[in-house]
């Protein structure tokens, strides 16, 4: 069924990112980056379905040509930390058709940003009918009535004021607003029943916990029937939602007891509540005190003396559940970029070597070449001849070596010395920190949804309590 997912992010030089890299990627192209020299290719790339340009009326034509567009917008760009251009990342519904997603992510495109004065690059990626999805990337400086770039914000007695609203952090409530009102109005028309909403559970005032977002390579594993870190947390979510609904539906019909049973007086506490159930029924005995002793305890133990306390008391474990699970989102992100950051730096460790080596014939070759004579040529075509032999014996590890040197000097902005390996050590030990982070907040998902379950043998046993007082009173 159709999901609500719309994310924003922004790419910055100042990350090691670059809106060339961003834009190859996503269309699965070769660009060259003419700020830093460095060709991104993303050919092999199979799930982009899909790609366009939108510009608005001031840009030049020549901006519907991708390398163009975020070429200019890398060299209107001077500092090493400037904000480059905006991601929007948005999941398209499965019940329409590619060409309804498509028409669907243009419009929606095209009114909310480009008739606003960005210039937008669409594109649709999905692997197999199941995860359709839509990367628009967007420009963040206005364009003039000449077709240059404008200043993205200026100063005003001390205080930053942008010059366009697109950049205001208020925009990111309206986009998510729109993209969901798109998406009905096509499921609506298209004859589906689905409605989403924008809106978080906790706004909407739906009491459960939002699963993690899988991924493509997470959702294509599961898929596959192989089971995921994050589809495991995605299960227990389930399993705990489950639960709390629950708890939920008896927390309410306890609320609903009490107050029959409390019309005029003031309300006992719950405690209070059990003792007198088990009094009045005459059934004091061990079989009925071993029912109600853990709630006796729960009770004790967390200072719950009405309803409301153990309200307060679910919703901290809300709290806490989120908390963690953001959190660990966070941690997994950064291990995963560590991990190819170490991966990277141990094929650039591994193969500098030959690269040496083979830089070394090369150079020999280009030496011996600018001599004259018959001697000369001859010497010089058999070091060309030796250095392409080396390099085709040797092509796994040399162009591992390539790829790993363009990698590590965009995560390091020009600081990576090819006789000096990079911070491999530093690496390691924020990996080592980052994975202890990542299994502490496991434990303490674990430990919460342990707690959720105690709570709710805790309410059972009530539920076991009020139901033989009933039935007690029915004779």
Aim: positive net charge.
């Amino acid at each position: 069924m159709a999901i609500y997912h719309l994310c924003i992010k922004i790419i910055t030089r100042g990350a090691g990112k670059s809106a060339v890299a961003a834009a190859a990627y996503r269309a699965g192209e070769t660009i060259e980056n003419e700020y830093d020299g460095i060709v991104h290719d993303y050919t092999h790339k199979v799930e982009i379905v899909h790609t366009e340009i939108l510009l608005p009326e001031n840009a030049p034509a020549e901006y519907s040509e991708r390398s163009v567009l975020w070429n200019a917008v890398e060299k209107s760009e001077r500092f090493r930390n400037a904000q480059l251009s905006r991601e929007i990342e948005i999941a398209l519904p499965v019940e329409l058709s590619m060409e309804q997603n498509i028409s669907l992510a243009r419009q929606f495109v095209k009114e909310q940003f480009v008739t606003a004065g960005m210039c937008a690059d669409i594109c649709i990626h999905d692997k197999d009918g199941s995860n359709p999805h839509a990367h628009i990337i967007l420009t963040m400086r206005p364009i003039d009535k000449n077709g240059k770039w404008g200043q993205k914000s200026h100063t005003v007695s001390g205080r930053k004021i942008n010059t366009v609203d697109w950049n205001d952090r208020t925009k990111a409530e309206d986009w998510r607003k729109a993209w969901a009102a798109y998406c009905n109005t096509a499921l609506r028309l298209s004859g589906h029943d689905e409605v989403l909403d924008h809106r978080s559970y906790k706004r909407q005032g739906i009491d459960q916990f939002p699963t993690v977002h899988l991924g493509a390579s997470a959702s294509q594993m599961e898929k596959r029937g192989i089971r995921t870190e994050r589809g495991d947390i995605n299960r227990e979510i389930a399993v705990t939602n489950q639960q709390i609904r629950g708890l939920r539906a008896r927390i309410s019909k306890l609320e609903k007891w009490l107050a029959e049973e409390t019309a005029n007086d003031k309300p006992p506490s719950l405690a209070d509540v059990i003792s007198d159930i088990l009094t009045r029924q005459g059934r004091s005995g061990l079989t009925r005190l071993k029912a109600a002793s853990e709630f006796f305890n729960f009770l004790q133990r967390n200072e719950i003396y009405d309803i409301a306390g153990l309200e307060i008391k679910v919703n901290a474990m809300h709290g806490k559940l989120n908390s963690a699970s953001a959190e660990l989102k966070k941690v997994e992100r950064r291990i995963d970029t560590l991990k190819e950051h170490i991966r990277q730096s141990g094929y650039f460790k591994e193969h500098r070597k030959l690269k040496r080596q083979h830089d070394k014939m090369y150079a020999e070759y280009t030496a011996t070449k600018k001599e004259t004579g018959f001697l000369a040529e001859r010497k010089a075509k058999k070091l060309l001849e030796a250095a392409n032999d080396f390099y085709e014996a040797n092509r796994t590890g040399l162009t591992l070596y390539d790829a790993a040197e363009k990698y590590l000097r965009n995560v390091l902005q020009e600081r990576l010395d090819p006789k000096m390996l990079p911070p491999i050590t530093k690496w390691r030990e924020e990996f080592a920190e980052k994975t202890a982070a990542k299994e502490s907040l496991y434990r303490e998902y674990n430990s919460l949804k342990g707690e959720t379950y105690k709570v709710e043998k805790i309410r059972a046993g009530v539920k076991f309590i009020m139901q033989s007082k009933a039935a007690n009173n029915c004779k």
